[in-house]
Each structure stands twice: as structure tokens, then as C-alpha cells.
């Protein structure tokens, strides 16, 4: 059983920036293709940035392309989501996963193997 904790979230202007971070225990991550993903109330989880277990390969939500970076140290067992010019579309609550194995990359919530409890982002205008 993997363990997730993301830190990292908090309230920031418009234009500015947050790094989100995902610390697992439990399980070693290299044996993970990770994602993020987010939720406003009443709306649906969505798919924000995965990236594969080596961390060659990385994929976005249109929405955040370009504006956000996921990456990854295995090493440390540790994932990161760095988000620049942030917008107020952007406040949510934001939840690391990881996929099922190695492969595929978690682009959807139904291909998450285990999930982290969430942190608020908060982007004022």
C-alpha cells in the first residue's frame, strides 16, 4: 500500500507561482507512472500533468500547458508539480496518484492505482 502526502499548496495572486510536492511512502515510486490531477466543488476530478515511471515522457491538461511542470526524483521518492502564472481557473484542490504500474501514464482517475489526500490552491485575482 502506497502512501501519499502532497504539500506545497496555499493561496497566491494571479500571475504568481506555486511548487507542489508529492512525498510516498509504502512503496517506491519508480515503480509508478505518477499524476496530478484536481477538483473544484462540485465538478468532477480532472486530469491536470502524468509523467512515465522514468520520467521521459510527461503529458498535460490543454489548460495548463506550458504554465505547469511535473518531474520527479526517484531517488527520493518524491514528485513535484511546479505551477507558474497561475489563475484564479486554477484554484482547486490538487491530488497526486500514481498509475497502476510502470505503464501507462494516469491521464484519467479511473487508471490511478492509489491516491494522496489533497491540498488547496488557492488563486486570488
Known amino acids: 500500500q502506497v502512501q501519499l502526502v502532497e504539500s506545497g499548496g496555499g493561496l497566491v495572486q494571479a500571475g504568481g507561482s506555486l511548487r507542489l510536492s508529492c512525498a510516498a511512502s509504502?512503496?517506491?515510486?519508480?515503480?509508478?507512472?505518477m499524476g496530478w490531477f484536481r477538483q473544484d466543488p462540485g465538478k468532477e476530478r480532472e486530469f491536470v500533468a502524468a509523467?512515465?515511471?522514468?520520467?521521459?515522457?510527461?503529458s498535460y491538461a490543454d489548460s495548463v500547458k506550458g504554465r505547469f511542470t511535473i518531474s520527479r526524483d526517484n531517488a527520493e521518492n518524491t514528485v513535484y508539480l511546479q505551477m507558474n502564472s497561475l489563475k484564479p481557473e486554477d484554484t482547486a484542490v490538487y491530488y497526486c496518484?500514481?498509475?497502476?504500474?510502470?505503464?501507462?501514464?494516469?491521464?484519467?482517475?479511473?487508471?490511478?492505482?492509489?491516491w494522496g489526500q489533497g491540498t488547496q490552491v488557492t488563486v486570488s485575482s
Open positions: 509523467l512515465s515511471w522514468n520520467g521521459g515522457y510527461t
Open positions: 509504502g512503496g517506491t515510486l519508480s515503480n509508478y507512472a
Open positions: 496518484a500514481t498509475s497502476r504500474g510502470r505503464f501507462p501514464i494516469p491521464v484519467s482517475p479511473s487508471m490511478v492505482g492509489f
